[in-house]
């Protein structure tokens, strides 16, 4: 917690008090369906919460914003962006219904009103948002085919729509460059706004809808 208050230092009460709060309830709901491993469940505010609050670094969400959380597992990163900015609305789908059950739990004794879970495949999807966040899913070509359509072509942002992909530095140059001419791509590591060593091979990757 305390490096969570040390890179956002204008979090409210509540907001805090959510933050805080995240420990003992991915302790608990973890112990009855695993969505971190047991190992790291100590790194939680470290590995997992301020891993997801990166992007604030990159591209602040805005206030109406409809955000997609694809394949949000136990609720990374939509659970800790959908606490650091309560006026966005997120969504967030995973094929496994387990899953969604403890984002589902989380959310709920959280009091986020911000927040919708939906089991099932991102391919199903027929709504539209301005932003695709997503971690350790899948690579950028398979990304960027799921959310062609998931997208919405206007934008009120600092970055027109598009998606911010939760990845490792290794070979992300590649992956980008395997998407062909129609899509735009950028990288951002987070080794230049987070200094703890864990975020040395980190990165977000832009990916423009065309
Ligand atoms: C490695 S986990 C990551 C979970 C979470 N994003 C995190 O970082 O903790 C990948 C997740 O993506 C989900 N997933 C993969 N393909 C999907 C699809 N086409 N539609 C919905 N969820 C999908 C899986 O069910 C799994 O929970």
Known sequence: MERIQHYFPNLSAQQLEQFAQLDALYREWNAQINVISRKDIDNLYIHHVLHSLALDKVMPLKAGAQVLDLGCGGGFPG?????????????????????????????????????????????????????????????????????????????????????????????????????????????FPMKEFFEEEFFETKCLAYIQAP
């Open 79 to 187: 659970i800790p962006l959908a606490i650091l900015y309560p006026e966005t609305n997120f969504m967030l789908v995973d094929s496994i219904a387990k899953k969604i059950k403890v984002v589902t739990e989380v959310s709920q004794a959280l009091g986020l009103k911000n927040v919708k879970a939906e089991a099932g495949r991102v391919e199903k999807l027929k709504q539209r948002f301005d932003f695709v966040v997503t971690r350790a899913v899948a690579k950028a070509p398979k990304l960027a085919a799921w959310t062609r359509k998931l997208v919405k072509a206007k934008g009120n942002h600092s970055f027109p729509n598009g998606i911010w992909a939760y990845k490792g530095l290794t070979n992300m140059q590649e992956e980008l460059n395997s998407l062909g001419p129609d899509y735009y791509g950028e990288i």
